[in-house]
């Protein structure tokens, strides 16, 4: 039974990705807002695939917030990538610089409003990023971090990235941490049902000490890893 499952998973998600994805490149060409609208279908796509085909069930535990806010999210498996623009109100996903380089993938990227990150870049690299960053908050978007910077398997906590604290601070704005457990579900080829959940941390307000902040966001995302 759980490889039928995982047969009908793979073959509607990739299926119907490919669909999503070329629908989304055409609409490109004739509206952002309609290609932004089919990026969320692919999301949702997703969803409905995990809970009708997987016999998964996402939960989540409080609320994003109604202003824009820096979301700390933690990092299990593909699924919370995917699933941001389900999650939250077309959100703005901080992205490795190298993303943007790939044929469609980038102007695609960039189209969506993910801004990119180039971890090795000096301070003029950096200011751009932030102003990039600022001009999408000022559009009443919320901004989206994975502040470990790559996949973590469940159960392990690790330092979040040196980045995570710069961003904070010249953003000046609040960081809600989010938790996800997909990893056991969701994070191997073969999946399996179960329930994955989210848990919204309560709000930390800008101007912290570096120490202070990361540590609250590093026990914050861990917080389902029991």
């Not at 996402?58 to 699924?79: C, M, R």
């Not at 960081?175 to 994955?196: E, N, Q, T």
Request: with cysteine; net charge positive; charged share 25%.
């Amino acid at each position: 039974m759980r490889l039928l499952r995982n047969f009908a998973f793979y073959f509607a998600f990739y299926i119907g990705s490919l669909l999503i994805t070329s629908a989304s490149l055409i609409a490109l060409t004739f509206s952002v807002e309609a290609f932004r609208a089919r990026v969320r279908d692919w999301s949702q796509w997703q969803r409905w695939c995990l809970t009708h085909l997987l016999g998964c069930e996402i939960v989540i535990e409080g609320a994003p917030q109604n202003e824009p806010v820096l979301y700390a999210i933690k990092h299990e498996s593909f699924f919370e990538a995917i699933d941001a623009p389900a999650l939250l109100d077309c959100p703005s996903v901080f992205a490795k610089r190298e993303l943007f380089d790939i044929p469609l993938w980038g102007r695609a990227a960039a189209a969506f409003g993910l801004v990119p990150v180039e971890r090795e870049a000096g301070a003029k690299a950096l200011m751009k990023m932030i102003r990039s960053a600022k001009a999408l908050v000022a559009e009443g978007r919320p901004l989206v971090i994975f502040p470990e910077g790559t996949r973590v398997p469940h159960g392990e906590k690790r330092k979040l990235q040196a980045g995570f604290a710069g961003l904070y601070k010249m953003l000046g704005l609040p960081v809600v941490p989010v938790a996800v457990d997909s990893g056991p579900i969701y994070h191997r080829r073969l999946k399996k049902p179960g329930r994955i959940t989210y848990r919204f941390g309560e709000p930390i307000p800008p101007g912290l000490p570096r120490a202070e902040v990361e540590e609250r966001v590093r026990e914050a995302i861990n917080a389902l890893n029991g």
